[in-house]
């Protein structure tokens, strides 16, 4: 489980070791909320791929180990308290957008736009870099929403003016 106390800690111990990172999944759609709408079971953060090992080594010394490491796709890291952090490396482009090596539809890449690293949040007042809105909805298709999506993309459509996806329409209320 990952409250908010438990992001800004990761959030700091990222920030203090110079890594640039976006909040993603639940507590990306929570921060750009404002506010916490739901348990969470993890933390989903991006990251540059060439910050992994720097990432891997600050978050260890505060007790974190390597779970599952599916480099250059993901990797999570986790405590012995059960706080799981779920990591996406990306590839930069020089236009700024980036890709997930692996991490779309029959092992392809996953394709970030630029203006995917946009979104700005908070958790409990701290402003944190988060991926966009529209770019949050976007990697909630393509498969069966699970009631924790169909939750995370009512309140992003709401709040920021987004046509539900299809296969969302039947959850609008």
């Known amino acids: 489980m990952m409250s908010a106390a438990d992001v800004i800690d990761v959030a700091s111990t990222l920030l203090a070791a110079g890594v640039s990172f976006w909040l993603d999944g639940g507590w990306g759609v929570d921060a750009l909320l404002g506010e916490e709408t739901?348990?969470?079971?993890?933390?989903d953060i991006v990251?540059?791929?060439?910050?992994?090992?720097?990432?891997?080594?600050?978050?260890?010394?505060?007790?974190?180990n390597?779970?599952?490491?599916?480099?250059?796709?993901?990797f999570v890291l986790a405590d012995a308290n059960d706080r799981r952090i779920?990591?996406?490396?990306?590839?930069?482009?020089?236009?700024?957008?980036?890709?997930?090596?692996?991490?779309?539809?029959?092992?392809?890449?996953?394709?970030?736009?630029?203006s995917g690293f946009s979104g700005l949040g908070q958790i409990t007042g701290k402003e944190f870099p988060c991926l966009s809105p529209r770019l949050l909805v976007l990697f909630h298709t393509g498969y069966p929403?699970?009631?924790?999506?169909?939750?995370?993309?009512?309140?992003?459509?709401?709040?920021?003016?987004?046509?539900?996806?299809?296969?969302?329409?039947?959850?609008?209320?």
Do not use: M, W
């Not at 060439?50 to 080594?57: F, G, H, P, R």
């Not at 939750?151 to 920021?160: D, I, S, T």
């Open 38 to 43: 739901r348990r969470h079971d993890d933390l």
């Open 145 to 173: 929403p699970q009631p924790k999506d169909r939750h995370n993309v009512r309140l992003l459509c709401a709040r920021f003016g987004i046509n539900l996806p299809s296969g969302y329409e039947a959850f609008a209320h």
């Open 47 to 64: 990251i540059r791929l060439d910050d992994s090992e720097s990432v891997i080594e600050h978050l260890v010394a505060v007790g974190f």
């Open 86 to 114: 779920d990591f996406h490396p990306v590839v930069f482009q020089t236009d700024g957008s980036a890709r997930q090596i692996g991490a779309g539809p029959n092992g392809a890449d996953a394709f970030f736009p630029t």
């Open 66 to 74: 390597v779970e599952t490491d599916s480099r250059p796709t993901q």
